[in-house]
């Protein structure tokens, strides 16, 4: 693919799925399916050292903000299914701070704070379990993170970073020093553990600056071996941009959307299908290049019901209208259950807060 080819990674082959099928009984169908989950750095080496019963963490975050939406949750999804099958701990960063640092048009710290707790929530209600969970709110948690941060800010020049992540003479210096902050979380397990625990990373490839800076310098700073990464494709646009867009709020199905929001968007969604119903039992549709279709592959678990939605519509047995009523339908219960969890994640959260276990 022309993204692996441009950052210089890896595709996930055959060879990597297979690994973890002996190692869990199972694949997850965001990597098995192939329509998510993608490519890698180093993936077989942390598979090794699952195999070989070493120590070894996941790392994952966020900027926080209020436009939070379910592709959001689908990477998180993942960190969830490798926790439970390889009883690993996973570190999540709330990045507050470079909210702040760089949103154009101002948040004020104190809104960003508010929405790392709220984002917190979303995170916690997907089932993770405060012995395995560890939130770092950066404004609140930079005890955690500034001994290594300003060890790798040693490392990097201004005119790496600059050229990295394209500042200017113009930028903030807080924005300039916030990667270090980033980079650290990736050292922050073999901090903590007191032993070397190497990190997976599971992130989208736009993220992929920050990690190979981490990779550069680790072997420096005394971190071997190198973080790794595995990454995910964007989400698509409902109403077919590459990605969901906050500045488009139809593009994405948000968190504290209405049943009402949600069924209009679905409804209203890009398909692959064709122009009338008669052409499409003639012809069929194309679930290749279906919006919809790609949302049921995210969202829909079982593989029988994805191969059949797949092959009714090439057949122009299923129409685009029930196909979204299928996807507004699966999304309705993901929706209605994760709210349920999320109400209940308020009076718990502070138990998943790093600050609380790591004293």
């Known amino acids: 693919m022309r993204l692996a080819r441009e950052f210089g990674v890896q595709l996930i082959t055959e060879n990597e799925i297979n690994t973890i099928r002996e190692l869990t009984g199972e694949v997850h169908y965001l990597i098995r399916r192939g329509g ?105 948690d930079i005890k955690y993170l500034y001994k290594i941060a300003v060890r790798v800010g040693k490392k990097l020049t201004l005119s790496t970073v600059k ?69 995910s494709k964007f989400i698509p646009g409902l109403t077919g941009e590459d990605k969901m867009s906050a500045s488009n709020p139809d593009s994405a199905i948000y968190v504290t959307d209405s049943e009402r929001d949600v069924r209009r968007k679905i409804m209203n969604a890009l398909t692959g299908g064709q122009p009338t119903v008669e052409l499409q039992r003639k012809y069929g549709g194309d679930p290749d290049n279906c919006v919809v279709y790609k949302y049921h592959l ?20 299923l129409l685009c209208g029930e196909c979204k009523i299928m996807l507004f339908e699966r999304i309705r219960e993901f929706m209605k259950e994760h709210n349920e969890r999320r109400e209940r994640a308020k009076d718990a959260i502070q138990q998943y807060r790093i600050s609380v276990k790591f004293r």
């Open 298 to 317: 995210l969202f829909q678990d079982s593989d029988e019901k994805v191969r059949d939605i797949y092959e009714n519509c090439r057949a122009g047995k």
């Open 36 to 140: 998510f989950f993608y490519a890698h750095r180093d993936l077989v080496p942390i598979l090794s050292r699952q195999r070989s019963g070493l120590k070894w963490a996941l790392y994952d975050g966020r900027g926080p903000s209020a436009d939070l939406h379910i592709g959001h949750l689908v990477p998180w999804m993942l960190s969830k299914w490798f926790v439970d099958k390889f009883n690993v701990d996973y570190f999540f960063e709330l990045t507050d701070d470079e909210k702040f640092l760089v949103k154009e048009g101002g948040y004020t710290l104190e809104q960003t704070n508010k929405y790392a707790y709220e984002n917190a929530l979303d995170l916690i209600a997907l089932g993770f379990t405060p012995d395995k969970l560890h939130i770092i709110i950066d404004s609140e």
């Open 163 to 231: 050229h990295t992540f394209g500042f200017t003479d113009s930028t903030n210096v807080g924005a300039a020093f916030f990667p270090t902050l980033e980079i650290s979380v990736a050292f922050l397990p073999t901090e903590l553990y007191g032993e070397q625990v190497p990190v997976l990373i599971p992130t989208a490839i736009d993220q992929d600056p920050y990690f190979r800076l981490a990779r550069d310098i680790a072997d420096e700073l005394g971190y071997p071996p190198k973080p790794s990464t595995i990454y």
